[in-house]
């Protein structure tokens, strides 16, 4: 682990020492890119990278910026029109929300929409929920008493409460998304029912007591 | 043994070593202890990762807390130490004059780490941030900062007061990130750590430090080393210096754009990782253009062997360097983002970057700078021979297996029906073939830092001895 | 480059430029996101974590679970995150306002849990993440500094875990919860993205192609 003498006292071989690096570099950076012409070339392929680069980077930020919206997470997508987001909430989403909130709903039509047999009825396949809009609504708006025959069963035993009105006094709005919920999940397959619709309703049977299933049948 | 005092080379001794050698290399016997540290933890961490009941008992080294500490000592440890260590040095000798300030260096050093060995306790202890590359406690902080700006004042200085106008790309990129560092680090701290910011901006912030920490610090490290060694020892000029220039600015100005590059289909508006995207894909003429510039590491002289093994690793560091780029602007294209995003494939594309290119080059410029501060050749050629070929073995083991685990991993979370189970069991051999390579990375350190010892302990024994007898 | 003030200068604007980019804008657009309230619930969503939860935060991040488990949900044709049941829709800006430490995560060795608690058709009760944080499970260490065993005096603990086979307690003892684990516990519990925000659901826009 000796270093003799007679090699080349220096740790390592330094062929060129700190001034001369800073003085050859520093005429490099001074000249004209043309006055030698081996390094000619190089600016010229760099440039091509570079505009490619420009290119590529222009056209992709373009095509996926979002217009750099605050609400756009899907770069495919582009903000909506001019005005804001609309900010209205999906009826689908507020129905889901409405029917499996605090012991409404789902608490006795069970959250998959089967009921209890002989005390509940189903939801799914149910011909009174893919029937008559005017029908449904108002069962959930004043509710319902009394026998009911539902896919070819009786369910007596239980009171449907007045949804519309007494504790719960759901809007027009949420009456009309839980509907469309139910309408349309469990493999139902019923069009959604509108505000308009519930609230046309609302208007006509104001007060109204809970519904039979002989007063149903006859509203058309 | 010969007496190998620093005038036995009036080639190559400048009045920087005289000066600042003692605090340059604390710095340097710092950064290899961390280096030790850290290539322990990153083994059992590596074990963690395909054996979860490995010391899951002990409340400090859990898989979340070995990874944290391992990062931070790499980080602050490793790269922290030695980085500022061979910038001041080169900086110093681009100066032209004797390095002032070596005193604030000294102290600096001192409590840089203890302030970096607080903070592993901290972590440890369970008071880390949860930041990515930010995990140190938020109290302790501000003491890394002080210590920062105590050990950067000498660099500045020589800088500062050089003897030419001029300035060399080594000192461009030494220069920008002794500035780079304190500013990302102060805003980092204020906006999440003192006054967070809210919601997902939290994540954005951590992002674009962390990215800026990569671009603007690290990779300037590492590029300062390999700009200043690699002309000394070829002998050459850089070829199309010119663009040298371009290389610079395209980094520093595009860097940090790169920040959201983690948060590809998360939960921040679209435009920040299209931004991101686009800016890594702009970083490719930089990467072009160093490779360009510093090709000349791969063509060396068998004559010169010293010389030789530290271009050796600068090559390597060279050639991970900008594959690193390249791979970090493929992945960045969302369908491929999409399938490997949250996998090991991440970690093998960061140990790419910060192993492969950081450090492989910070290895050569310390082989080319410590016999100059040390005036004497490196004690052991063949401890150090050995180091180079269990750190290249190493690194390709490690990308090649974290790599192939993070595809494998990227293919069964895309398949809805894989269980974690499963994918645990289809990971574990190339996780295996990651914790083989950790432990050969560290064998590899281990020879550096005996080699480190010899070489620095000799002559300091030897001058210990003649101070005695005089 | 000779002048150094001037370089100088060049490196502050740069980092100014990315800065300004991308954190002042980001939080121009995001920093004051308020709540989305909603006039049919009487509500404003997202809901504030409980106190024991927001607790449970802070152990999350002790423990740095955020190396293995993400909390955001990317979209349904983005990676298999809604098909693995992780959630119904992609995490949005919104679903983090109230959280003090937010942890995005950057790795998935275990599932994600942004949703947890809303998972369908059903969401691990306390008990199964007891019995997970105890045991262990595939990829998942087990924590088991996160639980007491005591003797048992008297009648056993409500708390106690209901464990079988070999993780079973000496007769007379019983693993108990500390108090670190029940907030874990209901931190992950609290954690659930079952509101559909506006913007999470974004109408199908006109793709900029077909424009």
Known sequence: MSVPDHKDPRPEG???NDGELLEAHEKLLGRQPDDRAKYRLLPLVMLFVL???????????????????????????????????????DPIALGRRMFNSG??????????????PGAYPPLAGSEWVNGAGARVVRIVLDGLQGPVHVGGKTFGAAVMPAFGSSGFNWSDEQIAGVLSYVRQEWGNKSKPISTDEVAKIRALTADHKAWSEADLLGVK | MTSANPQANPNDETPVEATGRCPIVLLLAFSLAWLLVSGTLAFIAGVQAHTPAFMAGCPILTYGH????????????????????????ILGRLGGHPLRAANWMGVGALFWNIAVAAGMVGIATGSAT??????????????????YASIAVAGVLAWCGRSRPSLYAAQWYGVALLFLF????????????????????????????????WTLWMAPIALAGAYYVVPRVTGRVIPGYDLALLGFWSLIFIGGWTGGRHLIGGPVPAWIPTIAIVASVLLLPHYIIVLLNLGGAFTRNPADREGGRSLAFISFGLAAYVLGGAVDSVTGIRSVAAAIQFTWFDEAQRQLAVYGGVTMMLFGTLYYALPRLAGRAWASASLARGHLILSCIGIVLLVVGTAGAGIVQGSDLSTAGVS????????????????????TLLLGNILLAINFAMTVGCGRLRAAAEALSS | MKNGPLFLLGILAALLFSWAGIVLGSNAQLGALPAYYDANDSLSYPRRQPGIAAEGQIVYRELLCSSCHTQQVRRPDFGSDVARGWGERQSVARDYIYQAAVQLGASRNGPDLTNLAGRKPSAPDAADLMNLLYAGQGGMPAYRFLFETRRIVGQESAAALRLTGSLRPRPGCQVVPTRRAQELVAYLLSLNTTYDYPESKPAPAQNPEQK
């Open chain 1, 103 to 116: 012991g409404a709903c789902y608490s006795c039509h069970q959250p998959n929409g089967q009921g209890i």
């Open chain 2, 66 to 89: 070995t990874r944290a500490l391992q990062d931070t000592a790499f980080t602050y440890g490793w790269i922290a130490n030695c980085g500022l260590a061979l910038v001041t040095w």
């Open chain 1, 51 to 89: 505009s490619g680069c420009v290119l590529f980077a222009a056209t992709y930020l373009n095509r996926y910026s979002g217009h750099f919206d605050r609400s756009i997470f899907n770069e495919n997508l582009l903000p909506t029109g001019s005005g804001p987001v609309d900010l209205k909430p």
């Open chain 2, 420 to 439: 974690f189970a499963a994918i645990a069991t289809d990971v574990h051999p190339w996780l295996s073939v990651g914790s083989v390579a950790h432990a």
């Open chain 2, 182 to 213: 304190p500013w990302i680090f102060s805003v980092a701290q204020v906006m999440l750590v003192w006054a967070p910011v809210h919601g997902v901006l939290q994540a954005i912030v951590e992002g674009w430090y962390a990215q800026s920490l």
């Open chain 2, 130 to 147: 949860a930041l990515t590359s930010l995990q140190i406690p938020g109290h302790i902080q501000p003491l890394m900062l002080a210590a």
């Open chain 1, 14 to 16: 330094a062929p060129m």
